[in-house]
């Protein structure tokens, strides 16, 4: 019997336009009727996440940044999952020496060490992932991000390392050289502490390694008294793979890369193809 439903955001409940398709909060709002629990689990910080739920008029608990932060549906942060210092220094090294972007997500929101070089690089990657985008659709999400969602900008990353202040939870980069790529996950993943995975095919994401969708999944369920074998969960990329390899019932989004897919139990649509919408539909007419 599955009692909580945990659901990925971009690629999977977020369609190709950055919207929460009518038919999916119907879907939402019908599990939840019937005494099933619903929790986003995404890649994007609190606010950001909620700015476009809310929108659809949909509230939810979150677990943000691939597990970083647990919230629950008042925005509570229930646990958080940093960092160290150390690390951070080494991994924003490594991506460097790269020739990767990166950005930090921080307690204080995202910061970025070269904005102008974000943005250029935000709107090809827009053009890349959501190619029904019109130019000036693309110019506005990305001018919208670096400004409406108050990201901040420090050219010296050293005074973020040394500010005890400030607590760092993920880092999130960039590179079109799938070598590139390749090489900073290889490297970030033998220093031990550290997870990495990704969203789309052009970026790595870094957190601790107890910072996973999955754990994090699995802390917060357990706090309700509910175990991962009675937990829904759905996604459509890397940083997906532990929650579902972790919960009872998994489905991979119909948009989903072919190696996540093949983790999963089921498959559904497409994000423009309501695929939410049907494999909630699908799981309650098993669930009676």
């Known amino acids: 019997?599955?009692?909580?439903?945990?659901?990925?955001?971009?690629?999977?409940?977020?369609?190709s336009k950055i919207q929460v398709d009518d038919e999916g909060v119907k879907a939402i709002e019908q599990a939840r009727a019937k005494g099933i629990h619903f929790v986003l689990c995404t890649?994007?910080?609190?606010?950001?996440?909620?700015?476009?739920?809310?929108?659809?008029?949909?509230?939810?608990?979150?677990?943000?940044?691939?597990?970083?932060?647990?919230?629950?549906?008042?925005?509570?942060?229930?646990k958080q999952i940093p960092i160290d210092k150390t690390s951070a220094r080494y991994t924003y090294q490594v991506l460097t020496d790269l020739g990767m972007y990166c950005e930090f997500f921080t307690d204080i929101g995202p910061i970025s060490p070269n904005k102008d070089k974000g943005m250029e690089l935000m709107k090809e990657i827009q053009h890349k992932v959501h190619p029904d985008l019109t130019a000036d659709e693309v110019r506005h999400y990305v001018e919208e991000r670096f400004e409406s969602k108050d990201v901040h900008v420090i050219d010296d990353p050293e005074r973020l390392f040394q500010n005890e202040d400030i607590t760092i939870l993920k880092f999130i980069a960039f590179s079109s050289d799938?070598?590139?790529?390749?090489?900073?996950?290889?490297?970030?993943?033998?220093?031990?502490?550290?997870?990495?995975?990704?969203?789309?095919?052009?970026?790595?994401?870094?957190?601790?390694?107890?910072?996973?969708?999955?754990?994090?999944l699995q802390f917060y369920v357990e706090k309700m008294g509910v175990t991962m074998d009675e937990t829904f969960a759905i996604g459509d990329n890397f940083n997906d793979v532990s929650m579902l390899k972790m919960a009872g019932y998994s489905v991979a989004m119909g948009n989903a890369e072919p190696a996540v897919k093949k983790l999963a139990k089921h498959v559904t649509d497409s994000n423009d193809e309501h695929g939410v919408a049907t494999a909630i539909h699908k799981m309650l007419d098993s669930n009676n």
């Open 1 to 15: 019997m599955i009692k909580v439903i945990a659901s990925d955001m971009d690629g999977t409940l977020l369609n």
């Open 43 to 78: 890649g994007r910080m609190y606010d950001d996440a909620m700015q476009l739920i809310n929108h659809a008029n949909l509230y939810a608990p979150a677990i943000c940044m691939n597990g970083a932060e647990i919230r629950d549906e008042h925005g509570k942060i229930l």
């Open 178 to 216: 799938q070598a590139v790529l390749k090489k900073a996950k290889d490297e970030l993943e033998s220093k031990g502490n550290l997870a990495v995975s990704s969203s789309f095919s052009d970026n790595i994401e870094i957190t601790h390694i107890d910072a996973q969708k999955g754990l994090s």
